[in-house]
Each structure stands twice: as C-alpha cells, then as structure tokens.
C-alpha cells in the first residue's frame, strides 16, 4: 500500500510537530482507490492529553469530523501524530493501531522531521509514503 500525501501537507505538519509542546495529532482525510490511499486533506485535533509523549484525540471531535467527511463522500482513511522522537510507532501506538486496523498511522518525528506511515495487519507493517 502506498501513502501520497502532497508535499505542502507534509511540510505543514513538519513545521507544526517542532512548534508545539504537546504531541500534535489529527485526522487524515481522503480516499482509497485500490492500493493507493490519497491523503485529501489534515486536519488537526486537540490532544485532549495535552501530553508531549502521548496523545488522545477528542471524541467529540472524532464524531463532528466523521459525519463531515460522509457528506464529502471522503472517509477518515487514518491518523497523523508526532514524536519527540524518531517517527516509529510506540508500544502504546501499536495497542491503538490494533483496535483500527483498517487505517493508516502517519508519525512525524518532532526532532528529525522524518514521517514514516504504517497498517496494522496482525502486527505492524511499514507503507510507502510517497510525496506528491
Ligand atoms: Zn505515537
């Protein structure tokens, strides 16, 4: 499976990861068209944690942006979050990515910058992320 997100999003999310204290965390936005995920849009959420190492999106806002993307016929087809350090899952992403396994996991690394995308199928698999 491929990840295309468009190069401007990703520098985005780059410059917002070394802003904030807190993890930064958000929805991504799009479609997938066969093996391809296309990343349509990001759209930030509060991390209700409010923790540099740890995060939790709002449920609320969970819900406010699931029933927007039905209308748009687009789907939540992932998260994005950053690390304080390197772009790879933690134990505790691996528990969360195993209760969605259908979704794409974008990490941004605060302190390198590196994003990496991973799927949860059985145990967790890398995905190419290709800028576009
Ligand atoms: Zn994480």
Request: aromatic share 8%; charged share 30%; with cysteine.
């Amino acid at each position: 499976m491929i990840l295309e997100v468009k190069r401007n999003h990703l520098e985005k999310i780059r410059a917002e990861a070394l802003k904030t204290r807190a993890e930064l965390c958000g929805f991504i936005i799009g479609r997938i068209e066969g093996n391809k995920a296309l990343a349509v849009e990001f759209r930030r959420a509060r991390n209700v944690l409010n923790s540099a190492i740890r995060f939790q999106i709002d449920p609320q806002e969970f819900l406010r942006v699931l029933g927007e993307v039905e209308n748009r016929t687009m789907d939540i087809i992932g998260f994005y979050h950053s690390h304080p350090s390197l772009a790879s899952p933690s134990a505790e992403d691996e528990k969360f990515m195993s209760l969605w396994p259908d979704k794409i996991w974008l990490i941004v690394s605060s302190i390198n910058g590196d994003a990496r995308a991973f799927v949860y199928k059985g145990r967790i698999e890398e995905i190419r992320l290709k800028e576009i």
